[in-house]
């Protein structure tokens, strides 16, 4: 069980959101290659980058700050990044840069096709962010609820080649309220690809939590407000997770 912390990007600077509004961002660190330095020096093993303002404005904003941590980083550990990932050119961009994998959330739900020919494009280099209210899939900054239930949307898109499926419950990121266990094993159970939990880790209870479901598929979780809070310590959280996972 990985833990993966999260560095958002917000006009340059690492930030976090609460439940996703821009207007609520708390600024932690105004260079955001040295606060991956840093997660990696702590231990962490995959990086987790949202483009914030990207995601808003449907297009690449903080590639600069994704380029710097992408050289800091080097060959040491992977970058996962989502945000204003629409086209085929900016997933290639991104993969030169650095970044190991792409994260492609409202574009895949609102345009399969583009999400099937990225996984066609670049097979091993494609997840797919899918953000929860209820069980139904939220697109555009989760302002939007749609139709479509995450259970129903991830087979399909496992189908297409994805590697895994980052899940969001959007009620309780950046919330610090724990995490959604039920629902996240639930989708986990329904998938042969693997599933990282995103959204309401608060301390170590969570960790623990999480890795008595492990093995139903989940293979990570992503950790933001409270590592940069201090309700939860990295060190901590990865060397319990790594000795649960034995």
């Not at 297409?160 to 266990?181: A, P, Q, W």
């Not at 933001?224 to 000795?243: K, M, N, S, V």
């Amino acid at each position: 069980m990985l833990i993966i912390p999260a560095i958002d990007l917000k006009d340059g600077q690492c930030v976090r959101l609460r439940q996703g509004e821009m207007d609520s961002a708390t600024v932690f660190s105004s260079a955001p290659s040295e606060m991956a330095e840093k997660w990696i020096a702590n231990g962490a093993r995959r990086l987790h980058l949202v483009d914030l303002n990207g995601a808003f404005a449907g297009k690449p904003v903080n590639e600069a700050a994704i380029k710097a941590i992408a050289s800091a980083v080097g060959d040491e550990i992977p970058i996962q990044l989502g945000g204003g990932i629409r086209d085929l050119d900016t997933i290639e961009r991104y993969l030169d840069d650095g970044v190991t994998y792409v994260i492609i959330g409202s574009a895949a739900v609102k345009n399969p096709g583009f999400l099937h020919d990225a996984c066609n494009a670049f097979p091993g280099h494609v997840i797919v962010g899918l953000d929860a209210k209820e069980g139904m899939v939220a697109v555009e900054g989760w302002s939007k609820v749609t139709h479509h239930e995450v259970v129903d949307l991830a087979k399909r898109f496992q189908d297409y080649g994805v590697e895994g499926i980052i899940y969001t419950d959007i009620g309780r990121d950046g919330m610090l309220s724990g995490v959604n266990i039920e629902a996240t094993v639930k989708l986990a159970q329904s998938l042969h690809i693997p599933v990282i939990a995103s959204g309401g880790i608060t301390n170590l209870d969570d960790v623990r939590a999480l890795c008595a479901v492990a093995d139903e598929g989940i293979m990570g979780a992503i950790t933001g407000r409270a590592i940069y809070e201090g309700t939860l310590d990295f060190t901590e959280a990865q060397r319990l997770a790594d000795e649960l996972s034995r």
